[in-house]
């Protein structure tokens, strides 16, 4: 077999870089027709002046007669308007509720910064001098909640992506059980197993409003869960403590069960060793279905780098894990049930951290990525052909961080203590508590359920909210 000369390698990295693309090499397009001027909405309708309930929709979520863009400059060119709305969206239009936009998301919902290097990044509701990411990938669905474009919005959350956003602009968002909402008519990433509707809204009474757009009949439950739950005395909360979380943010999460009153219960190391295992295995499986839904679009102009580069490392993950993550899941599952037995709710932070800053772009660096990648050298230009996901896999991180693997969205998701809670199909609700003596005045409290409690989580969610102080 012939081996990879240095003059191929040199040739291979300016394909990868034209098939990946550098964010920082290419000229940005003008904001595209219809658009809010701070990238919230990729199309907006001002609603008339009156009391209506406003709503946005994230698009990834088909509206018919529109374009589903899901973020992306190729799709927003490419497809054809959608033939009929999704099936999320039938009790919004027998209501007749106004409908203000499609609104923005990470390209394919993929990436959790909620950064879009086509129709621009939301801008985070707390931003002064500091830039704050918005959070993926429903971030044009926070940003519209928070900032009254819109009072409900409806996202999508795979592995976090409702309450990411939530978190990183202070509203509240609910992930709801696996299987609850129809998928039909939403762009996939891990339709199987991870992939969630859910409404975002400034608290928890609007919430409450959007699950009653999600589900026939919400509106009873939630009421019938309020007058069950008049105060938070009777209502055990196991609190899991995770380990490189912020000690303030620790804090305001104890802080916050202590003011409802609730019954709170240490939940043992045990656990914590079984969720961080979670953690990874839902993150495979979410990349891996990055991979299995849009490696189709790997080679796409029109696709961002950092688009790009998620997909490649999706398919490293499902070569690799994927199977050994879904084989344990039944395990993960059960032993949720099992603490539902002895608590009514689980309590974490939804972020270990404050919402990280927007990174600078980076340019890719051909010279210092032949340096990195020298070893390509050793590797088998035929085999290359046959099997990329496999030879990319073998390659050093640093050789893959010049080759456009996006190291900032890697560590977003170990920031985030939401994907558990995905790999085992639960809801779970994030809200904004008190931060004091900090640059962004509030966290976010994650507060999980046993599945179908979606009513009981809010009632419950309702009580720590009339507790800001």
Request: charged share 20%; proline share 7%; net charge positive.
């Amino acid at each position: 077999m012939t081996r990879l000369q240095p003059f191929f390698i040199s040739w291979l990295l300016m394909a990868l870089c034209l098939m990946i693309g550098s964010t920082g090499c290419v000229v940005q397009p003008k904001r595209p027709v219809g658009s809010s001027r701070d990238h919230t909405f990729i199309t907006y309708w001002p609603p008339p002046k009156s009391k209506q309930l406003k709503l946005a929709v994230k698009d990834n979520i088909d509206m018919k007669g529109g374009v589903t863009t899901a973020g992306s400059e190729y799709l927003a060119r490419n497809s054809p308007p959608a033939a009929r709305d999704a099936a999320c969206l039938a009790i919004a239009r027998q209501r007749g509720v106004n409908i203000v936009g499609k609104v923005n998301l990470s390209e394919f919902a993929v990436a959790p910064s909620g950064i879009n290097d086509y129709f621009g990044t939301p801008k985070n509701p707390f931003n002064s001098w500091r830039k704050y990411i918005p959070g993926g990938s429903s971030c044009g669905s926070a940003c519209a909640v928070a900032t009254g474009k819109a009072d409900i919005a409806f996202g999508t959350d795979t592995g976090g992506s409702v309450r990411v956003p939530a978190a990183c602009c202070g509203v509240v968002g609910l992930k709801t059980t696996f299987g609850l909402v129809s998928l039909d008519g939403v762009f996939p990433i891990e339709p199987d197993h991870l992939d969630t509707v859910g409404p975002l809204a400034r608290d928890v009474a609007g919430v409450a409003q959007g699950m009653d757009l999600l589900q026939q009949g919400f509106a009873a439950r939630y009421a019938a869960a309020v007058k069950s739950r008049p105060s938070g005395n009777a209502i055990k909360i196991g609190r899991l403590v995770l380990r490189g979380t912020n000690p303030k943010i620790d804090q305001a999460i104890d802080d916050a069960l202590d003011r409802a009153g609730f019954e709170v219960i240490i939940l043992d190391d045990a656990l914590r060793v079984k969720w961080e295992q979670a953690h990874k295995d839902g993150t495979t499986m979410a990349a891996a279905g990055t991979w299995i839904s849009d490696r189709k679009f790997s080679a796409k102009l029109g696709v961002s780098a950092r688009t790009k580069s998620i997909i490649v490392a999706g398919g490293v993950a499902y070569s690799t894990q994927y199977r050994a993550a879904l084989a344990r899941q039944a395990e993960w599952q059960r032993t949720l049930r099992e603490v539902f037995k002895q608590v009514d709710f689980i309590a974490l932070p939804t972020l270990q951290t404050l919402p990280p800053r927007l990174p600078p772009s980076v340019r890719l660096d051909l010279l210092n990525a032949q340096a990195e990648v020298s070893n390509l050298e050793n590797i088998d230009a035929v085999d290359l052909a046959r099997n990329p996901v496999q030879i990319l896999s073998g390659i050093p991180a640093a050789g893959l961080r010049l080759l456009g693997i996006d190291l900032f969205e890697a560590k977003m998701l170990n920031l985030q203590n939401t994907i558990a809670v995905n790999f085992a199909g639960n809801p779970a609700l994030a809200l904004p508590v008190p931060l004091p003596r900090s640059h962004i005045p509030v966290t976010s409290l994650q507060l999980i359920g046993p599945p179908m409690s979606e009513a009981a989580l809010l009632a419950t969610g309702r009580l720590i909210e009339a507790n800001p102080r």
